[in-house]
């Protein structure tokens, strides 16, 4: 796998200091709420996002689940076309 460092983000250290963390910590958890709004937005998918802040699927599950955040996000247009193809899957039965 070939990685990419994309340029320095600045942070003010004051900002720093209001989160009460490291400086690594907070690198750590600001890729990891990238990866997570990444997926909110589905810009990446759950294995990518887990890959991107070097986890696996089953760990960035665990994480998306004890900050709330559902793993299946359908729109109300998305679960009515699943439960059309559910029907028609039964009736074919």
Same mark, same amino acid.
């Given at each position: ?11 003010d ?36 996002s =887990? ?10 599950? +665990? ?6 955040? =559902?793993i299946? +996000?359908y729109?109300?247009?998305e ?7 559910? =029907? ?6």
């Amino acid at each position: 796998m070939q990685t990419v460092t994309l340029p320095w983000l600045e942070v003010d250290s004051s900002i720093l200091l209001s989160l009460k963390n490291s400086t690594d910590e907070s690198a750590y958890k600001m890729k990891l709420y990238t990866a997570i709004v990444l997926y909110q937005k589905r810009q990446l998918s759950l294995g990518k996002s =887990a890959q991107f802040v070097g986890m696996d699927r089953l760990s960035f599950i +665990d994480v998306l689940r004890s900050e709330g955040i =559902a793993i299946f +996000d359908y729109s109300d247009r998305e679960m009515s076309k699943l439960w059309v193809i559910l =029907a028609i899957i039964l009736i074919i039965k």
